[in-house]
């Protein structure tokens, strides 16, 4: 991992309840359900799992992009599995769930690029499970601008879409992407309702400077974004992308200082640090829940 730097130690699995990690993972297979946490090799996964707790992945488990430092199957996709929303309703009802995350694999072949299943997916998880706090972490959708609404509309309670590396490392880590198209769709999701959460994250130690991680930082919160995750990149295999850097707890305690300072209404950064990792704890920090309470 990374160019001969030496391993952290904070890099080893976390202690964590097996029994009840194994009972979490049966329970998602018996549903024929994917997870990010399993397909992106996640390193929080054994912790999450062993507190009944998963971010599911709908539109299947292949995607058609190939980022560098994303463990998930590239290639043809599935088709697309009308009962899936209902099976991850009825899993967030086993495992008692009042904070849902889902995702998904980018779905270019579809004219809706995915927006329609997670619609069905809100619906779902709202019908079976009252009161329950949706988080929908969603791809650039291509730019589908009516597609992003349909799912605004749909009543998620947050919309979250990983910026993931700084401008400059596009081109070489997510090729497919755009950096523009990012910022864009975090700003449209405001445009089509003003209250909803919006959430970003951001991986470093893939060659960025600060200087390119603040500008970063600005850019997000110019898009109107509420909640901002920042953790160190982790290389999944030798064919992935290198870890150029491991940033130490200071140096993610001064970009939380820094993000902060820009605005964000609640922000997250550490080496562990994920996008969905924690999730409803963070969103229970943000200004519109806590003025509710």
């Not at 967030?92 to 619609?119: H, M, N, P, S, W």
């Not at 974004?225 to 870890?243: F, K, R």
Request: overall charge positive; proline content about 4%; hydrophobic content about 30%.
């Amino acid at each position: 991992m990374g160019c001969g730097i030496e391993i952290p130690k904070w890099t080893k699995i976390k202690p964590f309840r097996r029994d009840e990690y194994v009972k979490t993972l049966h329970l998602i297979n018996r549903h024929d359900l994917n997870t990010v946490c399993i397909e992106a090799n996640c390193p929080n996964r054994y912790e999450c799992f062993s507190k009944s707790t998963a971010t599911f992945m709908i539109l299947g488990s292949v995607c058609t992009r190939n980022c560098r430092y994303c463990n998930i199957k590239s290639g043809k996709p599935e088709e697309v599995d009308a009962q899936e929303p209902g099976r991850i309703a009825e899993a967030v009802k086993k495992l008692k769930l009042d904070y849902a995350v889902i995702t998904c694999v980018t779905r270019d072949d579809l004219e809706d690029e995915g927006a329609g299943q997670f619609v069905k997916t809100v619906r779902e998880i709202k019908k079976k499970n009252q009161g329950c706090r949706v988080e929908l972490l969603i791809s650039d959708l291509n730019g589908n601008w009516a597609a992003l609404k349909e799912i605004v509309d749909s009543g998620p309670d947050v919309v979250n879409h990983n910026i993931e590396v700084v401008k400059e490392l596009f081109p070489e880590l997510r090729p497919k992407g755009s950096y523009e198209r990012s910022i864009e769709l975090l700003k449209k999701v405001k445009e089509f309702n003003p209250r909803m959460k919006t959430k970003s994250g951001l991986i470093v130690g893939l060659g960025e400077t600060r200087q390119q991680i603040i500008r970063t930082l600005k850019d997000l919160r110019k898009s109107g974004c509420d909640i901002l995750t920042v953790g160190q990149y982790l290389q999944p295999s030798q064919n992935h992308a290198e870890v150029k850097k491991f940033y130490e707890p200071k140096e993610f305690d001064g970009l939380k200082t820094k993000a902060e300072s820009l605005g964000f209404e609640h922000v997250e950064a550490g080496p562990w640090v994920r996008s969905s990792y924690g999730a409803g704890g963070i969103f229970s920090k943000t200004k519109a829940v806590t003025k509710n309470k």
